[in-house]
């Protein structure tokens, strides 16, 4: 049996382009439209199994009934150049799939969907139709049905004779005059004038069409009604006329050639690569994947390691799949250079003095992908690496940092070389994850190493267009070396001590626990929102600030507006703060302590923020909250690894707007830094014009949440918000602000404006951050482009500054021979472990390279404190 699906193609991309998030690729393409279209398509695919399929377009803004009326469809916003530009794109990815699609001039999709679902009525084909536009309603018929989106785009109702009769109390034929008496804003066709849906389907079972309505009109009731059909009776029919559907449009394509063919799988996978759609992409199994013909690499399995196979420069391939790679198991080796392309396998490179020797050789030049990881894997097994000169993944991320895919699969694709699988079609996904036969394996690693050895060009002459070769090779090449140090190091724990804290947090939460039930005047499960609710809004009488569907909400954000209402609310705050320390930090980090180092060996992720920032995971020691005293005592734990060391914290001062005084240039703020004032007391002293010994406590916090507002983006709303103020105060005061500082407002509206010339902006460093939605039409997401275009270069120069200070504080340790260690680095602030004998020696070194980290017309200022644990260091 036939079936013939016919999509409308500009309904259903206008759909997917509203409900979802502005996407765009690394090159600043959009995608949300094509994203929420193909995924469209893939459900329909699988849920309709068509015989036959056809998506129609609209050809261009003018058809036949712009004559019958000029109009037609004139209130229509004009199409977002963001969704227009992505047109194309569906066009490619339905030939990819191998879909037939089709415009007409003069005429409108649903024109060819109503002559082809006509046609296929006739040869008694089933017929469903896709689309977002009530007027297809009309084609439903014994063997047509329409689905019509609802929420979102995958999301549909779908409608036979009886569900139109169910939800209009009408035949399918009726939608036309339902349109002619009420109209449709959508088309800009008026219809009568004060008639509703309502109204027209009550006209319509009373008499049938519109016709017969106004034929009618004497015994309707109600003489206004009356008088807008008698006055409209043309435009009534007329805009009948321009709901009808065509049916015999002269389309070229015939529908027997509509049939579904087999998707081009290579096309399809390259196009996702391409439009980065990793979700659609995992869609295609393993074995899809695998049909790509790849170009043939032939390669050698080594059993004997000599000098040849080690030439200089290599690509070193150190296979790691787990995402946690301390002291995880080494899949195998490749090296990649002139003289040819060859697998290692594990035991061979372990057991080969000439591997060893070469790896820890910093004159042999080696190109990888994630140095990091290799240096911590290899050297868990004994090895030192060093001469890494190039490094795949750092290069993509310094290239564009908004690109969630930088794997060397990925990237390779995106500069046009299809040469290797990804992890996930060799090794599987999840559960299935496992380790391939030995000859996928080997060649899945070679390919790697071909990508990475032939590509290193590329990207460092993409690099070096950018003026980010300095930013590569002095900066971030160095740092992951000193990373994997860091990470390999790990940091002692003293595990009894966070169970001794585990047990205080217990006796706190027990003591809050009962404090809360004699508030309520009754006991209730404390983390159960359902009964939590009732206990505040209903016995306590507390204003219900916003409700769920399941009941009242308590979360965080709505307690807050109610912390002066009650005394029971500040305790709950309180009782879920020191709850989440104690499972998150305190189970959490006990859970991670390695049994074999008693140490926690945190993962620098160094190519995952747009700002440059480090972050940190498997755990994240830069969130450990410091501002509840029970949060500051975790740090207790973190102790040196060898008795009579000393923990030892150097800490950036006021690093942002440090940064933004250079950057701006203002001589207000210049003048604070310069002459060593504290910043705030000088804001509040400018914008509040009172002398130094007049600044209240007051005004010199409300001058501290501006100037860091302003170096996160600063907005009325978020102001208001911090200080407790109005959104109006709170506008007026960014405003007296902006004029205390005429250069940082100056600063502001010029970097908006190079964004939207460049479509990026730069830290002092050159890294930069690319911004597609500077010039959205959409407010909320230009806003946001804005707000990100002022804050970048302040924090993503920040970032630059401490990255720097990592590699220029390590060179001066291993220039001086001192046995002190970096430790961690934690937002601006980096942690050592020291001697005692190195203590003076550390205080003094430390902020002074620190501070001479990078050049400003301020001066940039570290502070040091050092004591037996972390929490004593600071």
């Given at each position: ?5 016919l999509?409308?193609?500009n ?6 382009f509203f409900?979802?998030?502005l ?12 994203y929420?279209?193909t995924t469209m398509l893939l459900?329909?695919l ?6 036959h399929?056809?998506v129609a377009?609209?050809?261009?803004k ?18 977002p150049?963001e969704?227009s530009?992505?047109?194309p794109?569906?066009r ?6 191998n879909?037939?699609?089709t415009?007409l001039a003069?005429y409108?999709?649903d024109?060819?969907?109503g002559t082809?679902?006509?046609q ?5 084909w ?5 689309s977002?536009?009530k007027d297809?309603l009309?084609?439903?018929s014994?063997?047509t049905?329409?689905s019509l989106?609802k929420?979102g785009?995958?999301?549909?109702e779908t409608?036979d004779i009886?569900?139109i009769?169910e939800?209009y109390g ?16 959508s088309?800009n ?5 004060g ?9 319509l079972?009373?008499h049938?069409s519109?016709e017969?309505v106004l034929?009618s009109i004497d015994q ?6 009356k008088e ?12 009948k006329?321009?709901?009808v559907i ?5 389309i ?12 081009d799988t290579?096309?399809v996978?390259d196009?996702?690569?391409?439009l980065e759609f ?11 994947e ?5 170009e043939?690499?032939?390669?050698e399995?080594?059993e ?5 196979i080690?030439?200089?420069?290599s ?5 790691v799949?787990?995402?946690n790679?301390h002291h995880a198991d ?6 990649v ?6 697998y290692i ?5 372990l057991?080969?003095e000439?591997?060893h020797?070469w ?5 042999k030049?080696k190109?990888m992908?994630?140095t990091?990881?290799?240096?911590v894997a290899l050297?868990?097994?004994g090895?030192?690496?060093?001469g890494?000169?190039h490094d ?8 564009d940092p908004?690109?969630?895919s ?5 990237i390779?694709a995106?500069k046009?070389?299809h040469?290797?699988?990804s992890?996930d079609?060799v090794?599987?996904?999840g559960?299935?994850?496992a380790?391939?036969e ?5 060649d899945?690693?070679?390919?790697k190493g071909?990508?990475?050895f032939?590509l290193?060009?590329t990207?460092?002459?993409e ?6 070769y300095?930013l590569f090779?002095k ?7 000193i990373l994997?140090?860091m990470e390999?190091?790990g ?5 009894e001590?966070l169970?001794?804290?585990?047990e205080e947090?217990?006796?706190?939460l027990?003591e809050?626990?009962k404090e809360i039930h004699?508030?309520?005047g009754?006991e209730?499960n404390?983390?159960s929102?359902k009964?939590l609710g009732p206990i505040?809004f209903e ?5 219900v600030?916003?409700?769920t569907k399941t009941?009242?909400?308590t979360?965080a954000?709505v307690?807050?507006k109610l912390?002066d209402q009650?005394e029971?609310?500040p305790?709950?705050l309180l009782?879920?703060?020191?709850a989440k320390l104690?499972s998150?930090?305190?189970e959490?980090?006990l859970?991670v ?7 926690i ?7 995952i923020?747009?700002t440059?920032?480090?972050s940190?995971t498997?755990p994240?020691?830069q969130?450990?909250?410091i ?5 500051r ?6 102790v040196p690894?060898k008795?009579?060391?000393s923990?030892?914290?150097?800490d ?6 440090r ?5 701006a240039?203002?001589?207000g703020l210049l003048?604070a ?5 504290d910043?705030h007391t000088k ?6 014009h009172?002398?130094?010994e007049?600044?209240t406590?007051n ?7 501006v100037n860091?507002?302003i ?6 709303y978020g102001?208001?918000?911090s ?11 960014i405003?007296r602000?902006l004029s205390s ?7 502001m509206e010029d ?5 939207r ?8 460093l ?5 911004l597609?939605?500077i ?5 909320n997401?230009?806003s946001?482009?804005?707000r990100?275009?002022?804050?970048t270069p302040?924090?993503?120069t ?5 990255k720097?200070?990592m590699v220029d504080v390590?060179?001066t340790?291993e220039k ?12 601006d ?6 001697p005692?004998e190195?203590?003076?020696k550390m ?5 002074k390279?620190?501070?001479q980290?990078?050049q400003?017309?301020?001066p940039?200022?570290?502070e040091?404190?050092?004591g037996p644990?972390w929490y004593?260091a600071?």
């Amino acid at each position: 049996m036939s079936k013939l699906v016919l999509i409308d193609g500009n309904s259903i991309a206008y759909r997917a382009f509203f409900a979802l998030p502005l996407l765009n690729n690394d090159k600043g393409v959009y995608t949300n439209a094509v994203y929420g279209f193909t995924t469209m398509l893939l459900k329909v695919l699988e849920e309709e199994d068509p015989t036959h399929l056809l998506v129609a377009f609209d050809a261009g803004k003018t058809t036949f009934r712009h004559e019958t009326y000029d109009e037609y469809k004139s209130g229509r916003q004009k199409t977002p150049s963001e969704l227009s530009e992505q047109l194309p794109l569906i066009r490619e990815m339905l030939d990819a799939f191998n879909i037939s699609h089709t415009e007409l001039a003069n005429y409108e999709a649903d024109d060819i969907i109503g002559t082809l679902s006509k046609q296929a009525e006739e040869k008694a084909w089933d017929v469903k139709v896709y689309s977002g536009d009530k007027d297809l309603l009309q084609l439903v018929s014994d063997k047509t049905k329409v689905s019509l989106t609802k929420k979102g785009i995958t999301n549909v109702e779908t409608y036979d004779i009886q569900a139109i009769d169910e939800r209009y109390g009408i035949n399918p034929k009726q939608i036309v005059d339902m349109k002619g008496l009420m109209g449709d804003s959508s088309d800009n066709i008026p219809g009568v004038p004060g008639i509703g849906e309502k109204t027209a389907l009550k006209l319509l079972k009373e008499h049938g069409s519109v016709e017969a309505v106004l034929e009618s009109i004497d015994q309707i009731s109600g003489k206004k009604m009356k008088e807008r059909l008698e006055e409209n009776k043309e435009q009534a029919l007329m805009s009948k006329e321009l709901a009808v559907i065509f049916r015999n449009a002269p389309i070229h394509v015939q529908i027997d050639t509509l049939k579904c063919q087999d998707l081009d799988t290579k096309k399809v996978i390259d196009l996702f690569k391409e439009l980065e759609f990793q979700s659609l992409l995992s869609k295609f199994d393993d074995a899809e994947e695998e049909k790509q013909e790849l170009e043939d690499v032939p390669f050698e399995k080594v059993e004997n390691v000599t000098e040849e196979i080690l030439a200089s420069p290599s690509a070193l391939v150190v296979e790691v799949p787990s995402e946690n790679y301390h002291h995880a198991d080494i899949w195998g080796i490749a090296v990649v250079n002139k003289t040819g392309r060859y697998y290692i396998p594990l035991d061979t490179a372990l057991s080969s003095e000439s591997f060893h020797k070469w790896a820890a050789d910093d004159s042999k030049e080696k190109y990888m992908f994630d140095t990091k990881r290799g240096v911590v894997a290899l050297g868990w097994k004994g090895i030192t690496l060093a001469g890494v000169t190039h490094d795949m993944l750092i290069a993509s991320y310094l290239i564009d940092p908004s690109v969630s895919s930088h794997n060397v699969a990925d990237i390779a694709a995106r500069k046009n070389k299809h040469i290797v699988h990804s992890d996930d079609a060799v090794y599987g996904k999840g559960a299935k994850r496992a380790i391939p036969e030995e000859i996928t394996l080997a060649d899945h690693l070679v390919r790697k190493g071909e990508a990475i050895f032939s590509l290193k060009s590329t990207l460092e002459e993409e690099l070096k267009k950018n003026e980010q070769y300095d930013l590569f090779t002095k900066l971030e090449m160095p740092l992951s070396l000193i990373l994997g140090k860091m990470e390999t190091s790990g940091v002692l724990v003293d595990k009894e001590q966070l169970q001794k804290m585990g047990e205080e947090l217990d006796a706190k939460l027990d003591e809050l626990q009962k404090e809360i039930h004699e508030l309520a005047g009754t006991e209730f499960n404390i983390n159960s929102p359902k009964q939590l609710g009732p206990i505040l809004f209903e016995k306590l009488n507390l204003p219900v600030i916003k409700k769920t569907k399941t009941g009242y909400s308590t979360s965080a954000d709505v307690l807050e507006k109610l912390e002066d209402q009650h005394e029971i609310i500040p305790k709950l705050l309180l009782y879920r703060q020191v709850a989440k320390l104690k499972s998150t930090y305190i189970e959490g980090l006990l859970k991670v302590i390695h049994p074999d180092t008693s140490k926690i060996h945190t993962i620098f992720n160094q190519a995952i923020t747009q700002t440059g920032r480090l972050s940190s995971t498997e755990p994240n020691l830069q969130n450990i909250p410091i501002r509840l005293e029970e949060g500051r005592r975790i740090r207790k734990a973190f102790v040196p690894s060898k008795k009579g060391w000393s923990i030892l914290a150097a800490d950036y001062s006021q690093i942002e707007l440090r940064v933004l005084a250079h950057i701006a240039g203002d001589k207000g703020l210049l003048e604070a830094f310069q002459k060593n004032m504290d910043v705030h007391t000088k804001t509040a002293m400018d914008v509040f014009h009172v002398k130094q010994e007049d600044v209240t406590a007051n005004m010199r916090r409300t001058a501290k949440a501006v100037n860091f507002g302003i170096v996160y983006g600063i907005s009325d709303y978020g102001l208001s918000q911090s200080l407790g103020i109005t959104r109006k105060e709170a506008q007026e005061f960014i405003d007296r602000y902006l004029s205390s500082y005429p250069n940082v407002k100056e600063y502001m509206e010029d970097i908006k404006e190079e964004a939207r010339e460049k479509g990026y902006v730069t830290t002092l460093l050159n890294r930069r951050r690319y911004l597609p939605e500077i010039t959205s039409r959409n407010f909320n997401r230009r806003s946001f482009a804005e707000r990100t275009a002022m804050n970048t270069p302040i924090q993503g120069t920040a970032a630059d500054i401490i990255k720097q200070a990592m590699v220029d504080v390590s060179g001066t340790l291993e220039k001086e021979n001192l046995h002190s260690r970096l430790l961690l680095q934690v937002h601006d602030e980096l942690i050592f472990e020291v001697p005692e004998e190195e203590v003076n020696k550390m205080k003094e070194l430390v902020p002074k390279v620190m501070e001479q980290t990078m050049q400003l017309d301020v001066p940039l200022k570290a502070e040091v404190s050092y004591g037996p644990t972390w929490y004593d260091a600071k």
